[in-house]
């Protein structure tokens, strides 16, 4: 498994990580450090817009965090800059302990493939393969093949999220909420010690939306995963540890919700 140390799974539980911090501190350490995180679009043009004005952020391994904001607020740009899909403009960026600045293209799908998870509101399933083979993707990507191994912790992702018959079934023939579980057990396929989660319930009907939230919160209890989603759901906002908050595009003081 191509994992840092540093990372968070099931053998190391999170509030374990290092039992030499004092009381009250975080012992764990950080899975990602934003320092003076700012995003330019059409940089260079007469329409250059500042979008992210100076974002420090810290999550710990093991955190469970909700990023809400108004619409426009740059809730969408600041996930994708922590998932290495967009660059920043300025500032710099440590991923699991690891400097993402001078990372080359091969080098920044690598570190997305060992250390993150994705779930989007609309799922991306590729419609012609069967939920199986969704949620074994990733380990297809990152071998060039399927091995025995990587089929059966497919299989048991599936069975995790209630699955298990639907194994062979195409993404067609799922409903939306099931589509959106098949997305959470391939985001968790790698064992990424962080899944970022853009808007996950923000297509399904309420009780597909508690049912994912639900899936979540216990892959972040059982394996240790720390999570960012981000959700315009004050419910589900609520049932997070921590919220974190952006306002055009600059954080809100910290505020901690009740489950802290
Ligand atoms: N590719 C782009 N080019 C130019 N401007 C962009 C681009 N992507 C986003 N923006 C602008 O950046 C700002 C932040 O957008 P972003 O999508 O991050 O907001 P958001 O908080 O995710 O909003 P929503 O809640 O509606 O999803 C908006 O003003 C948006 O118009
Ligand atoms: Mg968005």
Not at 123 to 144: I, T
């Amino acid at each position: 498994m191509n994992r840092d140390d540093a990372s968070a799974g099931p053998v190391h539980p999170p509030r374990d990580a290092r039992p030499d911090a004092g009381p009250g501190e975080d012992s764990r350490p950080p899975i990602i450090e934003l320092r003076g995180i700012r995003k330019v679009y059409n940089a260079g043009t007469p329409v250059a817009t500042e979008v992210l004005h100076g974002i420090d952020l810290s999550l710990a391994a093991g955190e469970f965090a909700a990023l809400i904001g108004p619409s426009g607020s740059g809730k969408s740009t600041l996930l994708n800059i922590i998932g290495l899909l967009e660059p920043a403009s300025a500032g710099s960026y440590r991923l699991a302990g690891r400097s993402t600045g001078e990372l080359d293209d091969a080098a920044l799908t690598a570190a997305r493939l060992s250390t993150l998870g994705f779930v989007f509101q609309f799922h991306h399933l590729l419609p012609a393969f069967s939920a199986l083979d969704n949620v074994a993707m990733p380990a297809l990507l990152r071998d060039g093949h399927l091995g025995t191994a990587a089929r059966e912790r497919a299989l048991q992702l599936l069975a995790d999220v209630g699955l298990a018959q639907a194994a062979a079934r195409k993404p067609s023939v799922l409903s939306g909420g099931m589509q959106q579980r098949v997305a959470i057990a391939r985001a968790l396929m790698l064992e990424p010690p962080l899944v970022l989660a853009d808007e996950p319930t923000g297509n399904l009907d309420t009780a597909s939306a508690s049912a994912v939230f639900d899936l979540l919160r216990r892959f972040n209890r059982e394996a240790g995963t720390a999570f960012l989603i981000v959700t315009h759901d004050p419910r589900i906002a609520d049932r997070c540890d921590r919220v974190i908050e952006l306002i055009d595009g600059r954080l809100a003081p910290a505020r901690e919700s009740d489950s802290a």
